[in-house]
């Protein structure tokens, strides 16, 4: 398939004469499965996006990042605190994953505070299907890696670079590396980000949807012997942004970037990470212990009705704080066991803990006649005051045998035990009707299997199928309507095979997958009819979820580079699926594009030793999906173009660049919100079209 797929795609490629030994694709190692190893060698689906590639695109956001991966989506609003990734349909709640997300190995337990302002970053992974074999909870759709640059030991480095663009737009980031001494190295890097709001309150002329961030990474590297290093990386970033961007849907379809309110918010996020990593690798087996704190507090306050009547506002209050902890040991990454002349036999085994606090404060404040026409005072609604405390431990190991250099049989598993307690109250001030106040607590505990075999047809071309059981956690809701209060887990099995293939003399890579989802007790983030703009999870059936995924990056001379990506996924209710007292069986999983395509080129040529030029053009379309379960509203496919050209040497660089250059109007977000909303609906519209320049200075 993989080879047709390169024929069609890339004609020239296959046929081109003198071909050049030098001109290949280099080698990319992730950690997709924990230890480091070639993503072509393995037999999983993984997007890797390294430095080079960040830089020449560059990308600052993970959402940028995501478009080069088939069939994942990153459902942002326009506040950065809120952001959902969906990998195959497979998407869930801030609180409550299913794409795992990890910054040096570190797993960040909240999506409030997944998605952050790129500083120092090295490379981002995007792994696709059930990851909970080894990475346990939360990882049933994938896992995003989050991989640092490390400092150099032989020499500095440095850059400063600013964007500067049209919506008032100005930025300045950048970085500095090199060994402190022959065994220590350290690296700073940070930034400044700003820019206007795209969206105008026509009854004040202001723009309410800004952004700003000051953002911040130190790591220290130190390597006391050949065998040993540690790493020590402290990060940050305050971000002051302006208030969610919410809108009737059918008015955003019309003036996509004018609100009427009364009220103008605003969201503020402060998250700061300490990661402290050990590894040692000796002749026979390495050791890594991973430690990570991450804290994060949020404060927004918005106008919740959405209109120029003085209705209602909310405040909402959270902050949490995480540890986790993991040692794994395995063997030596280029030494595997010898079982025999023919097999050997590569493992990995692990144990890793966690705790998780959090709390949430979040009042609806009701002007008089607004909850009822009985009611002439304003009204205080308390909805939630939340405390939840999570700890689990996870155990697991996986072992890889390969027979004759050929044969890769893996089998893994990891045992994982949890326990929740909550605290959840609501009231009213005045007291109009009694308060509640739920104390409870939860055990879960949960085993997930994953089998896979490879088999190599010669150097550079793989087959693979694998099985694998992915569960997300079950948990509580700080606010739900009532008897809401739990959700149980959610169990998948997924089905994989796919080919994984290097052709034409290194210079195109081809992979090729195709896979099949199963779920049941389906968990679904649905909004609470008692409380606007709020949701909470249950559990509300089976559901499937098929499709498949092309990836082909080719460099067919030096300075050109080519690569593109296609995914399909069809993502339905089971029978029998209830949701919100609705029958949605047959119905399509809200916010699933049917497809995903992504195209694109670099070009690059040297006009002196030392000072080249440069063109990028990307290409990302989206498939037509829906909005909610009920399938009551949906988004048409549409595309965006990015486009990018510069000069660099030596010392400065400088480019023009355009994002959605063609102004394409899209709502890539909206839910349900009956009543105040017209069409029942309200979204945020995508970004526009934005332009400017950059220059820079690097050594």
Known sequence: MSALATAFLFPTISIAQNPTPQVTLPTVTVTAQKEPADQQTLPVSVTAIPADWLDMARITWLSEAAMFAPNTVITEFTARKLSNPRVRGVGASPGNAAVGTYVDGVPVLNSNASSMEFTGVEQIEFVRGPQSALFGRNTLAGVINIASHRPSLSRWTGEIVAPFGNFGARDVRGGLSGPLSSQVALGVWGGRAERDGFTVNTLTGNDIDSRAATFGKAQLLITPSSR?????????????????????????????????????????????????????????????????????????????????????????????????????????????????????????????????????????????????????????????????????????????????????????????????????????????????????????????????????????????????????????????????????????????????????????????????????????????????????????GNASSRGIELELTARPVQGVDLFSSFGYTRARFGGSTMSSGLDVSGNELPFTPDFTLALGAQLTRALTSQVSVYGRGELATYGAFHYDDANSASQDAYSLVNLRAGARGRLLSAELWVRNAFDTRYVPLAFAYPGLAPSGFVGEPGRPRTFGVSVGVGF
């Open 228 to 540: 040993w290093e540690t790493r020590i990386i402290a990060s940050g970033e305050d971000a002051d942004d302006g208030d969610y961007a919410l809108n009737d849907l059918d008015a955003l379809r019309v003036n996509p970037f004018e609100v009427a309110r009364d009220f103008e918010g605003y969201t503020r996020r402060s998250l700061f990470n300490t990661t402290v990593l050990n590894r040692y690798e000796g002749s026979r087996l390495s050791v890594t212990a991973t430690t990570g704190v991450v804290r994060w507090d949020t404060d927004d306050r918005t106008d919740l009705d959405y209109t120029p009547l003085p209705l209602a506002t909310r405040s909402n209050v959270e902050e949490a704080s995480q540890f986790t902890q993991e040692v794994r040991v395995a063997s030596a990454p280029d030494r595997p066991m010898a079982i025999s002349p023919d097999v050997t036999l590569k493992w990995q085994a692990g144990v890793s803990l966690f705790t998780n606090d959090y709390t949430q404060e979040a009042v609806n404040t009701l002007a008089p006649f607004t909850l009822s026409r009985f009611i002439s005072f304003p009204v205080q609604q308390t909805t939630p005051r939340a405390a939840l405390d999570d700890r689990g431990v996870g155990v697991y190991g996986q072992g890889t045998l390969t027979v004759n250099d050929a044969l890769d049989l893996t089998l893994g598993a990891r045992l994982d035990h949890e326990s929740k307690n909550a605290r959840l109250e609501t009231f009213f001030t005045p007291m109009i009707a009694p308060p509640s106040l739920i104390e409870t607590d939860a055990s879960f505990s949960n085993v997930s299997p994953q089998l896979a075999v490879a088999y190599r047809l010669g150097a550079n071309r793989m087959l693979y199928g694998s099985a694998a059981r992915g569960f997300k956690a079950g948990g509580f809701n700080p606010a739900s309507p009532a008897g809401s209060e739990a959700y149980g887990e959610e169990h998948t099995w997924n089905f994989e095979a796919g080919v994984k293939s290097t052709v034409a003399g290194g210079r195109v890579l081809a992979n090729a997958a195709i896979f099949f989802t199963e779920w049941s007790d389906l968990q679904l983030n649905l909004p609470n009819p008692q409380v606007p703009a709020q949701f909470y999870v249950a559990n509300v």
